[in-house]
Structures are given as C-alpha cells and as structure tokens.
C-alpha cells in the first residue's frame, strides 16, 4: 500500500463515516472507499476517451470491433 493525503468536504466525510457506521465497518474501510473510487474514475476516463475516439462508428461497427478485440485477447491468453 502507499499513502496518500487527501481533502474533503467535512459533510462527506460525516456522510461516509455515518455509512461505514450502518454497514458495520470500521474507519479503517474508508482506505477501500477511497481506492475505489480512484478505480472507478479512472475508469470511467478510460471509458470516455475510448467513446470519444470511436465516436464515429455505427453501433453495429463498435460492437464488431469490442468482440474482435476480444477474441484476439482471449487467443493471447490462451497462448500463454
């Protein structure tokens, strides 16, 4: 693990402590929240910049090319 230092608002702060609370976790699970919602973020930034570059494609198209790359991934992990 690696720390980090990070702000927020007094108000999330007592919003996700009050849900940690109900849930039955301790403070210590903010560290999980918080790698979450870095995961998330990033992607969801992956997320757009692929629809931002195959913004020109048809449905049918995108979807073609989602399962040919697919296939290609799953052909490499079956190599190794």
């Not at 402590?17 to 790698?35: D, N, P, R, T």
């Amino acid at each position: 693990p690696v720390a980090m230092t990070i702000e927020i608002s007094k108000e999330t702060q007592a919003q996700l402590e009050a849900y940690l609370i109900q849930q039955g976790l301790k403070k210590e699970a903010m560290s999980k929240v918080a790698e979450e919602a870095i995961e998330t973020f990033l992607f969801r930034q992956m997320l757009d910049k692929i629809g931002e570059r195959n913004a020109d494609l048809s449905p049918e198209e995108a979807e073609a090319l989602a399962k040919s790359v697919v296939a290609e991934d799953r052909k490499k992990q079956r190599r190794q």
